[in-house]
């Protein structure tokens, strides 16, 4: 098992080392730079402020300067908003952008495992096609859509609900607050909500349709130790897998949902850079986004080998 | 994809037929022909055919069934809702020649809506196809030479597999300066990641069955293995997921359309009419209704002739 | 004496998008207190269902109707929560694939502990105890490293025995054994019988023992039911069932079963063998490796597979060489390796007097119209998508270009006909045939270009006995027709006594045994191939049950511990895992049998 995850692991780093490199050289190709949008400058300082961001020296040297700096934690000057580096940019912005996320996620998995439980365990009754087409129609309609949808009902009209007069602010962050925080993680969360639960419904059925489970239901075993504790673990593993595209699902509507209701996390610092030419910025977002994707990815592969033990020994 | 299934008489002449050639022994019931049966059995699957057919059969012939053109304008009748809206207040005067409203420029919703199919199904139906020609043959090479080259093939894809699509496809628009073409290589690029790991997992399971190891022992060469063996049963799940891939396709492009990133004025798809909407939903909520809606419609129909085409090509698959 | 397990018009059906499937119908039988009930029949008997159905334990889309008493309390359509009082521990159930049948992620102990906390809520130190003392019961060695471990962990066998420990745990009533050995080799099965046989002794347990092996019933059951097409069509004491049977049904199963020790009505035996006909194939010190990555840190360690280990052998034209052995040894590798459709690791195999070893490909290609094989499994080994025609007309197509159409057909059809299937069937699909017929395509393809040396890979294990002696005709018939000469490869040695001339044994890629069919069935010198011919079950109960088997190894050894090839010649074994070791050599102890060195036993 250790080995196993050994191994993982060193598969890791030079993964990260090539989606930085393919990043560097894709932006550096992008015709235009940081500058041209900016006024005319003179020649002589046009090439001062070249050089101070060493964009007169050949492009593979400036790839090896940017490595090297990289490896001391260095992630360099912004070059459009000059009076930050894109550490400090960064360092404001992700915080938000994990707490948003990450709860994303936990709501996710919990709602989506609970939901495809639900539907799996009445197979073929009313209340399993009720949740499966509910899901589809999560998966369907993009998040631009729900956003402002749930943002007229629970926002500007407001909803009364179980006797209390719900009402969420429409935007902002006000520093992470939770009324603030549940109309952005519903609505990210909810396409993920929908695969989940699409997902482990059809995993679920079929192992409980699996040779294991008939000896399990002969053994005379309660219903409750059949799903939790046989099929449960085996139906999860196509979970697992879908944690890493899940991650990056989460992270492609993050840029969304932070545009419309306003959070200052680091996606926008992503689609602003790419429309500016901010190169430094744009690859330390996607360093970032690309560190924290392969770190996920890794630790659903170690979790699906502890899940199950067949895979520890093979190649 | 045929429109409408076949009326009752002609399935009860068709069995009737089918019987006879199977008394005098003329054919066969082949796995594509119990295939096609079982689809036709599945009463979502048919109607979402006929549903997009319907919609297909709009979108190009939108400009007969209008008589306005996508970008004529009319800045008289900006932001009209259509004549039968229930608020009268936001209703103009020849509110109701136009049946969907008018938008901020006074130009034809349903129209634009029209076009907007257009330019998203072939969006949709162009990526996919780049995604299977590339995922296709990417997936088969590496799955029947095996191996290192199949492992090395395979992490590549992994690789990919786990980052944002969206970051690499806004990348290549900023790079390559929001070309229409490119629009379709790119989501495509991205889509066929998956399409290239089912071809794979297929062929690996087919690379061992015994009647590919019968081929060889009669002395048939790789290529027409390949062609006469493989390539037939590996086509059931590639065409389930074809059907899976064109509404994520629809999807990423309304993604890409929002972030402003993807296709121009006054060229429109149904992504940027409803991101365009979506800002205007207080006001002139139908603006968003009327596109979100058709997107919705669509991409169920795909879902539901996806999920219809697992249940008849793999009955297992409940 | 009052029966514990009453059936009484049991009937059973399903409903698939096929139309109605009646599986059971209306059955009837009474299983005494201790008493062992025999059920056999073919596949789609009904036999498995009707008791899945007792045990409620139907798939979703079957009903079942009548009565089920268990002590004369109802339990057919009780509510889960009440049939789970039963179920487990009064009444349990084993079924065939143990790999499957086990949950993959608990370890065998926490199964086995489950079903005694769940039933008899033992306290866990309590139940650990109970697990070790079955599991010695069921003669698992090490019962307390077996319990950490997990099911894929262990072999067939071991699975098995467990699964048994779980279902007699409880010390139930009534097991339930549906086709438990069916899966596993036939020593293994030997040994599983017998762990059967005692603990029906021992704990006085009842055993519904569902089998579609005669000799198998003939050496446990009391009583015995035949069943056919959802009917119990004979019923009866094991001795009326096997020496006066009845129905004609019964007779024509027990007929079809081909005995080892005499020769019956349904017996033929090869006459004798001209010894001057030319050498077809010779194969000399031929050996099969693949690398396989085991356990390591940090990285694993690649051990080598031996699948086959220097193999010599000749075959003369017209003869039939018989190859047998258990999983794992080596002889389908072995079929393959000779046709080169795998690549040998060493060794030369000559065709005519001709190298094949350092052709490759396209250069062995023409002179594959002159060896071919039929696969194990029908259906499998035939392309869903093509038509029967399609499939049989493809060595023509790759080996015979220049053939036209309309010739390709009329050989097509002349194939099929001289294989028993009609002609007009020509278009038709695999999987709208029987799989009897399906095997008969297989062998029409391999025949069509009349090759003079045909590889049968246990081309008749996955039939049912009656169709098995069937294609066992056909294959002799083809023999003496077209002068071929055969390797038949299988597991069984009664199928094999009746087409080879000469047999050899494998036992881990090695030749253990090589003789002419008589000196190997009355004068066999090793005791591998001793235990492998005591070990098949005769379906006559008295012989089978007075038999005395020779004891073998509780486990085969692991291919790829190089000790394992030493297991019958300890004496010269050396105990590192991974040091060279010394290899058994074959001695010539009579003119033609030669035999591997083994300790005296």
């Known amino acids: 098992m250790l080995s196993y995850a050994i191994r993982r692991t060193l598969v890791a780093l030079p993964t990260l080392l090539v989606i930085v490199t393919a990043a560097f050289f894709m932006m550096r190709i992008a015709p235009g730079g940081p500058f041209d949008s900016q006024r005319h400058l003179p020649p002589e300082i046009e090439r001062n402020i070249e050089a101070s961001y060493s964009l007169d020296k050949p492009l593979y040297e400036q790839y090896f300067i940017y490595i090297d700096r990289l490896a001391h934690g260095d992630l360099g000057p912004s070059f459009k908003t000059r009076d930050f580096t894109v550490t400090q940019l960064i360092a404001d912005g992700l915080p938000v952008s994990l707490k948003l996320g990450l709860s994303a996620m936990v709501a996710a998995i919990l709602i989506g495992i609970a939901l495809g439980t639900v539907a799996a365990l009445n197979q073929n009754h009313l209340i399993d096609h009720v949740t499966m087409s509910a899901a589809m129609v999560g998966i369907t309609i993009p998040t631009f859509v729900t956003a402002p949808i749930l943002t007229l009902v629970f926002g500007v009209y407001g909803v009364r609900l179980f006797g209390y007069d719900i009402s969420l602010p429409v935007g902002g962050w006000n520093g992470g607050a939770v009324p603030n925080m549940v109309l952005p993680v519903l609505v990210l969360a909810l396409p993920q909500i929908a695969v989940i639960a699409r997902l482990l419904r059809g995993s679920l059925v079929e192992v409980l349709h699996s040779n294991y489970i008939r000896t399990a239901r002969a053994k005379g075993l309660p219903s409750h130790i059949i799903v939790f504790r046989h099929a449960f673990r085996a139906a999860l593993l196509p979970l697992v897998s879908y944690l890493g595209p899940a991650v990056a699902g989460l992270l492609t509507g993050s840029l969304i949902v932070e545009n419309i209701f306003g959070i200052p996390g680091i996606g926008r610092y992503f689609v602003d850079g790419a429309l500016n030419r901010d190169y430094t910025l744009v690859l330390g977002v996607v360093i970032c986004y690309a560190a924290f994707v392969i770190f996920l990815n890794l630790a659903a592969d170690i979790l699906y080998a502890a899940l199950d033990p067949r895979v520890r020994y093979e190649q | ?318 | 004496m009052e029966p514990i397990f009453e059936i009484h018009d049991l009937d059973v059906r399903f409903t698939t998008p096929d139309g109605e499937i009646h599986a059971v119908k209306k059955a009837n039988l009474d299983i005494a207190e201790g008493e062992c009930l025999g059920v056999v029949g073919e596949s789609g008997s009904g036999k498995s269902q009707l008791f899945l159905a007792a045990m409620g334990l139907l798939a979703n889309n079957g009903r079942a109707t009548g009565s089920v008493k268990y002590r004369g309390d109802e339990i057919l359509g009780l509510p889960q929560s009440e049939i789970n009082r039963v179920r487990g521990s009064r009444i349990t159930m084993i079924f065939q694939d143990p790999l499957t049948s086990l949950t993959p992620h608990l370890t065998v102990g926490a199964q086995i502990i489950e079903a005694l906390r769940v039933h008899q809520h033992l306290p866990y130190g309590e139940a650990l105890r109970r697990s070790l003392e079955i599991l010695d019961l069921v003669r698992i060695p090490e019962a307390r490293n077996r319990m950490a471990q997990f099911p894929h962990e262990l072999s067939g066998g071991m699975r098995q025995r467990v699964m048994i420990a779980m279902a007699t745990a409880c010390g139930p009533d009534l097991l339930i054994a549906d086709e438990p050995t069916t899966a596993l080799d036939v020593t293994v099965q030997a040994q599983i019988l017998d762990i059967m046989r005692d603990l029906k002794k021992e704990l006085k347990t009842a055993i519904v023992m569902i089998s579609h092996d005669m000799g198998v019933i003939a050496g446990i059951a009391d009583m015995v039911s035949v069943m056919r097409g959802g009917d119990i069509v004979e019923f009866g004491s094991v001795d009326e069932i096997f020496y006066r049977c009845k129905h004609e049904y019964t007779r024509i199963l027990l007929d079809a079963i081909p005995r080892d020790d005499h020769a019956g009505p349904g017996a033929y035996l090869m006459p004798a063998f001209a010894c001057d006909r030319p050498e077809l194939l010779k194969v000399e010190n031929l050996t099969v490796h693949f690398p396989v990555a085991t356990a390591g840190f940090p990285f694993r360690k690649i051990k080598q597979l031996r699948a086959v280990d220097d193999i010599s052998f000749e075959l003369r034209q017209g003869e039939t060489l018989g190859i047998v052995g258990e999983s794992g040894c080596g002889k389908s590798t072995l079929a393959r390796a000779i046709l080169k459709l795998v690549p040998p690791t060493d060794g030369v195999v000559c065709w005519s007097g001709r190298n094949l070893s350092p052709l490759n490909e396209p250069e062995i290609r023409p002179l594959r119209k002159e060896f071919q094989i039929v696969f194990q499994d029908p259906l499998a080994s035939l392309d869903p998508r093509m038509t029967i025609g399609q499939s049989i007309a493809e060595p023509l197509k790759s080996l015979r270009p220049d053939i036209s159409r309309k010739e390709m057909t009329r050989e097509v059809r002349e194939a099929m006909a001289r294989v028993g299937l009609d002609p007009v069937w020509i278009n038709r699909y695999p999987h709208e045939i029987s799989g009897g017929q399906n095997q008969r395509v297989g062998i029409a393809r391999a025949m069509i270009l009349k090759p003079k040396l045909l590889i049968c890979d246990e081309a008749v294990s996955a039939l049912d006995v009656s169709i098995q002696s069937q294609i066992v005709d056909l294959i002799r018939t083809l023999q003496r027709e077209f002068g071929l000469s055969l390797i038949f490869i299988s597991h069984d040695l009664s199928i094999v006594r009746q087409v080879a001339h000469r047999v050899m044994v494998l036992y881990l890629g090695r030749i253990v045994e090589l003789a002419d069919r008589d000196a190997i069935y009355r004068d066999a010198r090793h005791p591998y191939t001793r235990a492998l011919i005591d070990a098949i079950p005769i379906p006559d109960p008295r012989v089978e049950r007075s038999k005395v088997r020779a004891a073998l190894p509780i486990e085969l050894p692991s291919p790829l511990d190089s000790r394992s090839p030493l297991s019958f010649l300890k004496s010269r074994m050396i105990d590192d895992p991974d040091a060279e070791q010394y290899r058994p050599q074959l001695i010539e102890v009579a003119p033609g049998h030669l035999v591997a060195e083994h300790d005296a036993y």
């Not at chain 2, 429109?3 to 005098?24: N, Q, S, Y």
């Not at chain 2, 060229?267 to 991101?275: A, E, F, K, N, R």
């Not at chain 2, 697992?310 to 698959?317: S, T």
Request: hydrophobic residues 55%; glycine residues 8%.
């Open chain 2, 1 to 318: 994809m045929s429109l409408a299934p076949p009326l009752v008489d002609r399935a009860a002449d068709r069995a009737e037929t089918e019987m006879m050639e199977r008394v005098l022994d003329l054919k066969g019931r082949s796995l594509w022909i119990d295939a096609r049966r079982r689809l036709m059995r599945n009463r979502a699957a048919v109607v979402s055919m006929v549903i997009l057919g319907t919609i297909a059969f709009m979108a190009v012939f939108a400009p007969i069934l209008s008589p306005y053109s996508f970008k004529q304008t009319d800045y008289d009748l900006i932001s009209c809702a259509p004549g039968w809206w229930p608020d009268k207040t936001v209703m103009c005067n020849a509110g109701g020649a136009h049946w969907f409203g008018t938008d901020n420029l006074g130009r034809d919703l349903f129209v634009r809506v029209l076009y907007g199919a257009r330019v998203s199904l072939a969006v949709g139906i162009i990526a996919t196809l780049v995604s299977l020609i590339v995922g296709v043959v990417y997936g088969a090479v590496a799955g029947f030479i095996g191996g290192r080259l199949d492992e090395l093939m395979m992490r590549f894809v992994d690789i990919l597999y786990s980052l944002p699509y969206i970051f690499l496809v806004i990348i290549l628009m900023v790079v390559f300066h929001r070309n229409f073409f490119l629009l379709f290589v790119a989501i495509g690029a991205v889509e066929w990641l998956t399409m290239a790991r089912i071809v794979r997992g297929q062929t690996l399971s087919i690379k061992y069955k015994e009647y590919i190891e019968a081929a060889r022992a009669a002395g048939v060469d790789t290529f027409d293995t390949i062609v006469r063996h493989i390539i037939p049963n590996v086509l059931g799940p590639v065409i389930v997921y074809v059907t899976l891939t064109v509404p994520a396709v629809i999807l990423a492009e309304s993604f890409i359309s929002f972030l402003g990133l993807g296709i121009q004025d006054p060229l429109t798809s149904w992504g940027v009419l409803i991101s365009d909407g979506s800002k205007q939903i207080e006001t002139a909520p139908w603006l968003l209704i009327f596109p979100a809606l058709f997107m919705a419609v669509t991409l169920f129909c795909f879902n539901f002739i996806g999920d219809g085409l697992r249940d008849a090509l793999d009955p297992k698959d409940r």
